[in-house]
Every structure is written in structure tokens, then in C-alpha cells.
């Protein structure tokens, strides 16, 4: 009965975090079936822990950590196979299932934490608060990453000639 | 969550919908998988960490679509002989001490090299090294204080005494590593970043030193647009003191010198250029185009001004590729590598990328890389790449991947990379023999630890995708206290190993399964479970006989005749009825006990016996205790989700479990009793929601559990017999999700298993 009762919950969990979990999963890594592949360990993982993450008040929160913490592992494995230099703007270039390719690429030559923090506002839709918490570093730096990352991708990707960095001049 | 939300502009709106849109694109692309797919693959839900959970019949439907799936965490915890060695005082006892942690193993090398015919070094993540003065026989591992946590993708050692290793940056969402060169004097022991004077730069992750005092390595000045150039060291690359213009496109990474002119570079946009000027010029080399566009070369290596090998990975559909020339790049031809031709043509693997390459001086080539399924790509050419072979891989493993290969004037060769458990793998091979293995790392996915002597620890764990992939099962063994560790030979057909105990220096007890007999077979049972017996400390084993049809997690031996498993009833491969199997003629004969199974438990997971007549085991929903050597069981008034148990005497007993807060209830990750079950209290937890699924208790008055909370893995002590517990902070180099177990062979002194790593934990004075 227990058994049944936390399938159910999990199902639930399932139906709600798969979509957001494969939509980080794509704009951290670009190839939609790496995305796939993490996704999948992520949620085997959260089933295996479920006892304990049905507890958490945030589930997804949980997951979307751990996803997180497997690409890590996993790009860090597989970097000199997949060679650096290329890396994940390649890939996603290469991928002929996805379009919108020219934001992903214009989003992975941000700086890292300006990266996460657009993907966890702007995709997640955690608030400049939790996101600031989930990495560490004041509100207004966050703030100001959102901003400038924004900015620099509207110039790629052709939105905008002219930089729209806030504080600064063009 | 809208209080607080960034409120963008316009074209702030359209870049978030942008990426939005972006990323709703992959999620909305066709993908069956569902959560029926994970309740096949992980089922039962995981109430508690025992291994009987995959059912078999799923197995086939899990090969086929699980592509990562850690299945078997195991957490079993087993009573330790008593040692009051230095046991701490409570009075004088601070909260909190210093750890430290050892790492014991890197997950993989990435860069080799060797200054003189014996001695060789290999480069890690996470400063490791290892080194060799046999010529790449014997190896030993040590983490380099002096060697910065980077992606070396180069090393080269111009002199016998000099080592110049480079790594590419790494920049990404999840981490960032400059590009940077090390330098090491002394052979590889020490190191420290080389002085590249000038305005900031970093390493793109090439490497080549035609002389013992000339090297080059591509690099580009920090900065959103940073030029690329050549930089030149003329003292064996202590400094970089040279900056020459690169060619039209840049460079990509990797660059191979025949002498201190004549070089080969790969551009910027993956194309070949050489320079006869020593880099001052640089002219590009047409190089032929597969059906996937411009070959992604990674590296190239080019032993004399005519001979040259590049490989990489065509773009689509993802080949392992590589180029050769004999006329000094005048013209480029594919290699013909058998993996190409034969895996990937007859559908059997889906790609891969050739990582590294070397040519002899007689026009021996060794290429390594890895292919996404069969893991291990290994090609050698005995003409200079105009013809190539596929030797038997030095990694068995299915999974593991080369990273790095180095060839001497005798044509001895050595990779370094890694092995589908995450373990370091480091090959040798002379002509026409077939590649050894030379030193591997302990990996990960090891389950359960018992430590008899104060030094010797055998340790047990099954493979990555546990009965998927039963050639991971295995059993270590330490003789110094978890510092270096032998893997032992199993019986023939054993897929698993769970739980180990070992009552003294010389016997081990473990839990395993078997593959079973053509009759269960038939019926649809795979495995069966069995215990493992070794008599010599755990360097041999052999299988015992078992009644009935068992599902055994938790082992626990107070004597050298006495021992006790623990489980449940084999219910068509699910957990049934609690069951537990006891010896009292050290494993000559098993008998099943007559045990209670409390409404919702799920079998028993782990038990712990301080005495040959007193036993505790917990599970799902259930804990049991018998002080009659289980004659009888009764239960023990514990609710929850018990994880682990430690007795270190016959009077105090902790339970670690599922918590959920941190105040004093029953949801508490604690349960102490100090009156042999009498009653039990459940102390407060310094973490909230913590999971702790390992305990381990040296002394009376001292504790250590390990397990996880939502910020990750987490150490907890106590120092005053389980009633107050603190969190410990570890140093650790390695990211760890979680600890699945721990066992302290002394006071002070412990070994955890998780997080991929065993570890030697060290509590500071």
C-alpha cells in the first residue's frame, strides 16, 4: 500500500518536473539527448531517494540540483571527448531536432554564473532571491547579471546593436 | 515568488522568451520515457538502502532504456571488535573538530609523459598524479598539493628532470578552470604554475617541446575577445616569454614540433596550418572533408617534418576520425581506423572521438579515444598511419574511456584514462603484446566496509549499473587502514556483492548473489542469493549454501563461528517476508530463523550483533532485537525508515533513519538507546531533513554517521555517547551527492564510502 501510495506522489512529481528538468537540462548542455540522459539519471534518482525527497519543500529544487551536479560530473568526464574548444555551442549547432540554436549558442558564451543565473530566472523561474541563494552571491549581483547577460545575448543574436547594459554606455 | 521577481525590460522579455522558447523546443521533441520506465528501472520505492530492488523482469526493458542508472547503494553496517584505544572525553569534548579527508584514487588521468626511459609521470583533476620509475610497471598515486585542480589535455617532459603539463580552460554553467602551465623540476613531484609574463593569458590546451629547452603552446589573452597566439619558452618551460602571432583562425588547442621550425598546429577552425619559421608564419594545409563537415581535430603529433597524425571527431554524425600525411602535409588522407569501418559502419556504436596520438620514431602510431557505447577506442599503426589494427583493449570495462598515450624509442606505450566505475586506469604495452593494466583505482559504487584489524579493511560493492552490468561486483582489500586497496578474484557467477563482516583479521563473511542454477533459471530467477566465505583475510572466497529463497542485505559475525544476515524472503525477485540466516559453526551450516514482520515492513536491510546472542536488525518500518542468539525476535518500539544500526556493547545501540527536522521526535535521524533496547531516546539533529545511512560507533562515547540533507553529503559526530551530535566539516576535493556508509576502525580514524570515493577520514587533534 505504502508502495502504491508513493508511486502515485512520484508519478505526480514526474509529470511536473520532467519538462523543466529537460529544458534546463538543454540550455545547460545544448544536445537534446545528453539533456535526455541526464534527466533520466536525474529522475532514477529521485525515485530512489523518494522517501526522503517527497519530505523536502521544494522537490524540484532538489532535482534541479542534482541535475546540476551530474552535468558537472559528466562534462568534467567528458570534455576531452567532446573537446572544449567546440564544446557544447558545436553540439547545439549541430543538432537539427532544435531551432532557437543562435540564443542557445549566444547563452553558453556568457560567463558561467551569468549562464546559471539566466537559466534559473529566466527558464526555472526562480526569483532573484532564491537564485541569489542558489548561487551564492548577493541580490544585486545577481541582478546585474541578469541584466548584462540579457544584453549581451540580444546583441547576438541581433535584438539589439547597441549594448543595453544598464550603468554603462554604449 | 513573483515578489521578488526580476522585472525585465522589453528586450529583456525577449531574450528571456527567447531562451524560454529554446529550451521548450528540446522539451517538447517526442520522448517516451515515463515513470513506469523508472519504477522498472529502481522498484521498489527506496524505503531503505538495501539491494533487492530491481525487478527481474525488467531487466531487458532497463537495458534498453536506462542509460545511466546507479541502482545498488547498499548501506550495511556490522559491530566492530571493541577498541578503547584513546576513547575521547565527553567533559573536555569539543562540537566540532577538524577533519581531513584522502582521496583515494583519481577518477581518471588525462595527460602522460616520461622525462627518461623509467621514469613516467600521469596527470589527474583534482591534483593527481601518479609516477613510475620502472618504465610504467609499478605506478604509485598522490595528490599534488603544488598541482592545481585543471583540464590538462598536454603533458610533455623536455629533460629527465623538467615536466611542462598544460590544460585547456573550462568555462561553463557549472564550473570554470583556466587554461594554465604547470612546471615541474624534480621529475613530476613538485609543481607550480609556469611565469608567462605580459598581459594575461591562458592555455588552449597544446603542448610541444621539439628540444630539451624549446617548447611551444598555443594560448589567448583573457577577455571576451581575446587574440590568440604562440607562446615560446627557450628554458624548457619555466617561463613563456614569446608571444607569436598565431595563424588567420587562431588555434584550437593542439600543436606538434618535429624541431624548434618546423611545426603542425591546429587553427581555430579545426583546419591544419604549419610553420617553417618556428611560428612567425603560418600557412593553412587542405585536409579532406568528411560527409560531416570539417573534421573537429583534438590532436595531432608529428614525429619528423614528413609524418604527421591528427585525430578528433567528425561533427555529424560524430565519428572517431583521423588524418595522416607522409609528405609533410603536402597532401591529407583519412586513417583508416578500424573502429570507424567496423562498429560504427555495422550500426553497433552511435560515436566517439580519437583523444590523442603518438608516433614513434620507427612509425609505430598509437591512437586512444572513446566511443560512446563500447567505451575504450585503441588503434595502432605500424606503417605511420597508413594502415591500422584494433588490439585487445587494456580496459575490459565496457565504459572506460583513454584520455592520453605516450610511446617511447622502444616502442613501449602507456594510456592513461579511466574505467566505467570511475576508477584511473594506466596500460602498458611493448610490441606485439597485448596491453596490461598497470595500476587502477578503487572507483566507486563500494557498498559495504568491515575493518577487523586496526589496518586491515576489506570493502565490497557491485558494478555502476549493478545487475545490469554484474562484472563491476567486487571486494577490496587494505592493509593499511584504507589507504591503498587490492581488488580481490569472486567465485565464478557471483553478480553482486552486499554486506561484509569480518569477526577477525583472518575470516570475512559476505552477502552476495549468484547467478542461479538452468533450473531457477527457467522459472524466471537470474540470481539467488548466497554468502561468501574467505579464510585468509579476504584475499580468497568461496561460496557457502544457503536455505531457501533469500534477498540478504546486512551480514553481522560476533565470532569467529557466529554470524548472522539478514533480509527477506525472495518473493519472485521482491522483498517479501523479513528473514534472517544465522551459523553457529562458523558457516558450515545456515538455518533460517523464525522472525516477525511488522505490518508495512519491507525486509530487514542491515542487522549488527554485539554478541553471538544479541542482535539488532532494522528495515522499512521495523526493528527487531533478540537476546538469545534468535532463538526468538521481538520487536523494538522504533518507527520510521531505519537506515542503519551500530551496537557498539551489548548496552548501546544507534539507529540512524529518515529525519525531518531537527527538534526531538521521532522523525529525528538519531535513535540511542544506552539500556539494551530497554528504551530509546532520539537526540537532536544538528541538520534538518537529513538521510543518514551509515553509523559507525569505535567506542562507547564515540559515533560518526554519514549520509546526505538537501545541501549535500553530510558527516555527523557525536563525542558523548549519541546523545549530542554535531556536523563535521570535511575537506574534500570531490563533490559528493551523498556518503552511503562509514566504518571507524578506531577512535578518530575512519573510512567513508560514498560520494564515488572511499575515503579516509582523519579527525585532527
New interface residues.
Given amino acids: 500500500?505504502?508502495?502504491l501510495v508513493?508511486?502515485r506522489e512520484?508519478?505526480r512529481f514526474?509529470?511536473l518536473a520532467?519538462?523543466s528538468l529537460?529544458?534546463?537540462a538543454?540550455?545547460?548542455t545544448g544536445d537534446?539527448e545528453e539533456?535526455?540522459?541526464l534527466?533520466?539519471?536525474v529522475?532514477?534518482?529521485v525515485?530512489?531517494?523518494?522517501?526522503?525527497v517527497r519530505?523536502?519543500d521544494n522537490p524540484q529544487a532538489?532535482a534541479s540540483r542534482?541535475l546540476?551536479?551530474l552535468?558537472?560530473g559528466r562534462?568534467?568526464?567528458d570534455?576531452?571527448?567532446?573537446?572544449?574548444?567546440?564544446?557544447?555551442v558545436?553540439k547545439a549547432t549541430?543538432d537539427p531536432?532544435?531551432?532557437?540554436?543562435d540564443?542557445?549558442n549566444a547563452?553558453?558564451h556568457l560567463?558561467?554564473k551569468q549562464?546559471?543565473a539566466?537559466?534559473l530566472?529566466?527558464?526555472v523561474?526562480l526569483?532573484?532571491?532564491?537564485v541569489a541563494a542558489e548561487l551564492g552571491a548577493p541580490?544585486g549581483t545577481v541582478?546585474s547579471w541578469?541584466?548584462r547577460g540579457?544584453?549581451l545575448?540580444?546583441i547576438e543574436?541581433g535584438?539589439?546593436s547597441v549594448p543595453?547594459v544598464k550603468g554603462t554606455h554604449s | 515568488m513573483t515578489t521578488n521577481q526580476e522585472q525585465p525590460s522589453s528586450l529583456d522579455a525577449q531574450v528571456a522568451s527567447r531562451l524560454r522558447g529554446a529550451a521548450q523546443e528540446a522539451a517538447d521533441q517526442h520522448w517516451s520515457f515515463s515513470a513506469d520506465d523508472v519504477f522498472a528501472a529502481v522498484s521498489p520505492p527506496m524505503h531503505a538502502r538495501h539491494r533487492y530492488r530491481l525487478p527481474r523482469s525488467s531487466v531487458g526493458r532497463v537495458a534498453t532504456t536506462v542509460v545511466v542508472a546507479v541502482l545498488i547503494v547498499v548501506v550495511f553496517l556490522v559491530p566492530l571488535p571493541q577498541l578503547h584505544l584513546f576513547g575521547l572525553s565527553p567533559a573536555n569534548q569539543p562540537s566540532s573538530l577538524n577533519w581531513s579527508a584522502t582521496d583515494l584514487g583519481p577518477a581518471e588521468f588525462t595527460a602522460v609523459a616520461c622525462s627518461t626511459p623509467t621514469h613516467c609521470i600521469a596527470l589527474g583533476p583534482n591534483g593527481w598524479t601518479a609516477s613510475s620509475d620502472d618504465g610504467g610497471t609499478l605506478w604509485t598515486s598522490a595528490q599534488a598539493v603544488s598541482l592545481p585542480d585543471a583540464n590538462f589535455t598536454k603533458a610533455v617532459c623536455p629533460s629527465a628532470t623538467r615536466c611542462v603539463a598544460v590544460s585547456g580552460p573550462i568555462e561553463t554553467v557549472f564550473t570554470s578552470l583556466p587554461g594554465i602551465a604547470v612546471v615541474s623540476s624534480d621529475g613530476g613531484l613538485h609543481w607550480a604554475r609556469a611565469n608567462i609574463p605580459g598581459s594575461p593569458a591562458e592555455m588552449t590546451g597544446g603542448l610541444t617541446c621539439p628540444t630539451s629547452s624549446v617548447c611551444y603552446a598555443p594560448a589567448t589573452g583573457l577577455g571576451r575577445n581575446g587574440q590568440s597566439f604562440l607562446l615560446k619558452s627557450t628554458n624548457g618551460g619555466l617561463s613563456w616569454t614569446a608571444r607569436l602571432a598565431g595563424p588567420k583562425n587562431g588555434f584550437r588547442g593542439a600543436i606538434s614540433c618535429p624541431t624548434a621550425r618546423r611545426c603542425w598546429a591546429v587553427g581555430g577552425s579545426s583546419e591544419i596550418v604549419t610553420t617553417s619559421d618556428g611560428g612567425r608564419t603560418w600557412e593553412a594545409q587542405k585536409v579532406p572533408m568528411g560527409g560531416g563537415g570539417q573534421p573537429g581535430l583534438e590532436d595531432l603529433y608529428c614525429p619528423n617534418v614528413l609524418h604527421c597524425v591528427a585525430v578528433g571527431i567528425e561533427p555529424s554524425p560524430g565519428y572517431p576520425i583521423g588524418v595522416v600525411t607522409d609528405n609533410g602535409g603536402s597532401s591529407w588522407r583519412f586513417a583508416d581506423f578500424q573502429y570507424s569501418s567496423t562498429s560504427m559502419a555495422q550500426g553497433r556504436e552511435i560515436g566517439g572521438a580519437v583523444a590523442s596520438a603518438t608516433c614513434s620514431a620507427a612509425g609505430r602510431c598509437v591512437a586512444v579515444g572513446t566511443a560512446a557505447i563500447s567505451g575504450p577506442i585503441l588503434e595502432v599503426s605500424d606503417d605511420w598511419g597508413n594502415s591500422w589494427r584494433q588490439p585487445a583493449s587494456p580496459s575490459s570495462e565496457s565504459g572506460g574511456r583513454l584520455m592520453a598515450v605516450t610511446c617511447d624509442a622502444q616502442e613501449r606505450c602507456i594510456v592513461v584514462g579511466s574505467t566505467e566505475n570511475g576508477a584511473a586506469l594506466i596500460a602498458t604495452n611493448l610490441p606485439q603484446a597485448s596491453w596490461t593494466v598497470r595500476y587502477q583505482g578503487v572507483g566507486s559504487n563500494w557498498a559495504s566496509i568491515s575493518c577487523p584489524g586496526l589496518n586491515h579493511c576489506v570493502a565490497v560493492g557491485s558494478g555502476p549499473l549493478g545487475y545490469l552490468y554484474p562484472d563491476g561486483a567486487g571486494i577490496l582489500t587494505s592493509d593499511d587502514g584504507g589507504v591503498h586497496w587490492v581488488r580481490r578474484e569472486l567465485p565464478a557467477g557471483i553478480v553482486a556483492v552486499i554486506g561484509v563482516d569480518c569477526p577477525a583479521a583472518g575470516r570475512c563473511f559476505a552477502t552476495a548473489e549468484v547467478v542461479a542454477s538452468s533450473a531457477l533459471l527457467r522459472k524466471g530467477t537470474p540470481w539467488v542469493a548466497t554468502i561468501l566465505r574467505s579464510d585468509d583475510g579476504g584475499s580468497t572466497w568461496h561460496l557457502e549454501s544457503l536455505p531457501g529463497a533469500l534477498l540478504l542485505a546486512g551480514i553481522s559475525c560476533p565470532s569467529l563461528t557466529s554470524c548472522f544476515a539478514a533480509g527477506a524472503v525472495d518473493a519472485n525477485g521482491v522483498a517479501g517476508h523479513d528473514a534472517i540466516v544465522a551459523t553457529v559453526d562458523g558457516g558450515a551450516h545456515w538455518a533460517a530463523q523464525a522472525v516477525p514482520t511488522p505490518p508495512g515492513a519491507q525486509g530487514l536491510s542491515t542487522i549488527s550483533c554485539p554478541s553471538p546472542r544479541q542482535c539488532w536488525a532494522v528495515g522499512d518500518l521495523v526493528a527487531l532485537v533478540t537476546a538469545n542468539g534468535g532463538r526468538t525476535w521481538r520487536d523494538q518500539p522504533l518507527a520510521g525508515v531505519l537506515q542503519a544500526i551500530d551496537c557498539p556493547t551489548k548496552q548501546m545501540c544507534v539507529v540512524t533513519s529518515v529525519g525531518s527536522g531537527t527538534t526531538s521526535t521521532s522523525y529525528s535521524p538519531v535513535h540511542l538507546t544506552r539500556n539494551g533496547g530497554r528504551t530509546w531516546l532520539s537526540p537532536p539533529s544538528p541538520v534538518e531533513k537529513a538521510v543518514l545511512t551509515g553509523v559507525s560507533c569505535p567506542t562507547s562515547s564515540e559515533c560518526v554517521a554519514v549520509g546526505s540533507d538537501s545541501h549535500g553529503a553530510v558527516v555527523l559526530a557525536s563525542f558523548d555517547g549519541g546523545r549530542r551530535w554535531s556536523v563535521q566539516t570535511v575537506a574534500h576535493s570531490v563533490q559528493a551527492v551523498s556518503y552511503d556508509t562509514v566504518r571507524c576502525a578506531k577512535p578518530r580514524h575512519c573510512v567513508i564510502l560514498g560520494g564515488g570515493w572511499i575515503s579516509e577520514l582523519v579527525i585532527g587533534e
Fill in positions: 500500500m505504502a508502495e508513493a508511486q512520484y508519478e514526474f509529470e520532467k519538462d529537460m529544458r534546463q538543454f540550455l545547460l537534446v539533456s535526455r540522459d534527466v533520466q539519471e529522475l532514477l534518482r525515485w530512489r531517494e523518494w522517501t526522503r519530505t523536502l532538489w542534482v546540476h551536479n552535468a558537472i562534462w568534467r568526464r570534455r576531452y571527448r567532446r573537446g572544449f574548444h567546440l564544446g557544447v558545436q549541430a531536432g532544435v531551432g532557437h540554436l540564443v542557445v547563452l553558453h560567463p558561467a549562464q546559471r539566466l537559466v530566472h529566466d527558464v523561474g526569483t532573484v532571491g532564491e541580490e541582478r541578469l541584466s540579457r544584453a545575448i540580444a543574436i535584438l539589439t543595453t
